[in-house]
């Protein structure tokens, strides 16, 4: 799977939420989400728990830039969490554990996330699923159009993910 990203601070979830909703996207809910990142030489991998859904495993790779960026990953369902978390700690390590209450929209392709991470603060996240139809110009596009509409500031948007957020 696919999909273009970015990522910054956003002091004001509120007014996130009310351009969300004057977009008219829909509301998915609030998710606490314990991200468990292990020690990777390449990549990133972790271990997502969530209120809203099960929990997966999320091998991805994706360059660290301030701009809209492709991400590939794979969604690996998790039938035994403790299990899971264990043999993978056990054989990688653990490198950071984040954690944070999610709200998410959908536009169309594109989920929004206002985050509030513990320890880090508040952020807004797009990501923009793509499918084999997708042009990545095109929906590079839609999420830099979605950047202005939620007025993020070009100072604020962030090139790494939580996880380097978190060991910095």
Known sequence: MENIEIKAKYSDLE?????AESL??????CDHQID?????????FKLRESSISSPYLIPYCRENSQSAKSSSY???PVADLPGTKKIFSSILGIDTVVEKKRHIYL???????LDDVTGLGSFFELEAVCDENSAIEK????VNELLEI?????????SGSYKEMSTT
Request: glycine share 6%; hydrophobic share 30%.
């Open 15 to 19: 007014k996130g939420r009310k351009i």
């Open 107 to 113: 536009k169309d392709n594109v989920r929004i996330h």
């Open 24 to 29: 008219k996207a829909k509301y998915v809910g």
């Open 139 to 142: 929906e590079i596009q839609k």
């Open 74 to 76: 794979i969604l690996i």
């Open 150 to 158: 939620f007025q993020v500031k070009k100072e604020d948007l962030q």
């Open 36 to 44: 468990t990142y292990f020690k990777t030489p390449q990549g990133r």
